[in-house]
């Protein structure tokens, strides 16, 4: 079974610092990895996702995120942060079956609130 | 941008009573996800269905839950007989054919309250 761990459940920043939060992943075999971004009162919504290649990607809003396999990461970074990217953000992974198909079930992290100060 | 939507955004219950929670899927989607949120704790997968049937479902989804998609664009989430442990945001989500690395688009919740 997979499990993702999120290292810091609150990250309090000013403005236009920079700001990175952690996520590990356990799992035996390959996973997908996804980020994702709750507003308040909305749902979730996907900031970038690894499925394979190049181990920087670059998602929506300026975050991008690093795979690292051998430690088994997958940190959410932004070089500038806005107020507006106060929110909670998930760490989530899927385990693609054997076969190529899946079901998709996404395991999550325990979330990080991030609130951005003036 | 075509969504997920989810009705109601907020339903009280009296525990014991049947509740249905009900999802409008991304119309091309073919893969359509229950999950629910504890508050304070993580977002936990409930079941998945495909192809008019259920594919996976965790330890959560017993008997008291079902999972119907009665036409072409609903899908509904029934608890038969809740609980106050029921209580909690039930998140839907879709996704496209491609394979599991194609992302699942998510509604905006349901927050089930049990009294």
């Known amino acids: 079974a997979q499990s993702v761990t999120q290292l810091d459940s609150q990250v309090p920043v000013f403005e236009e610092a920079p700001v990175e939060l952690r996520c590990n992943y356990s799992s035996s075999v390959s996973v997908y990895l996804f980020w994702y971004v709750q507003y308040p009162n909305q749902g979730l919504q996907l900031l970038l996702k690894?499925?394979?290649?190049?181990?920087l990607v670059k998602g929506i809003n300026g975050f991008e995120a690093e795979f690292n396999k051998s430690q088994t990461s997958f940190h959410l970074r932004k070089p500038s942060v806005h107020i507006s990217d106060t929110a909670e953000y998930f760490c989530?992974?899927?385990?693609?079956?054997?076969?190529?198909?899946?079901?998709?079930?996404?395991?999550f992290g325990q979330g990080t609130i991030l609130t951005v100060h003036p | 941008e075509p969504e997920v939507t989810q009705t109601p955004s907020h339903q009280v219950t009296q525990m014991g009573q049947e509740v249905i929670l009900r999802c409008v899927p991304i119309s091309n989607h073919l893969y359509f996800y229950w999950y629910r949120q504890i508050l304070g704790q993580k977002v936990e997968f409930l079941v998945s269905f495909y192809n008019n049937e259920i594919s996976e479902k965790s330890e959560i989804f017993d008997d008291q839950f079902s999972v119907e998609r009665p036409d072409g664009s609903n899908f509904t989430l029934k608890i038969r007989s809740t609980k106050l442990e029921d209580s909690a945001m039930y998140f839907c989500a879709s996704r496209g054919i491609q394979g599991a690395g194609q992302p699942q688009h998510f509604g905006d919740g349901t927050r089930l309250s049990i009294l």
């Open positions: 690894y499925l394979s290649g190049s181990t």
């Open positions: 989530a992974v899927i385990r693609p079956n054997a076969g190529g198909t899946s079901y998709g079930k996404l395991t």
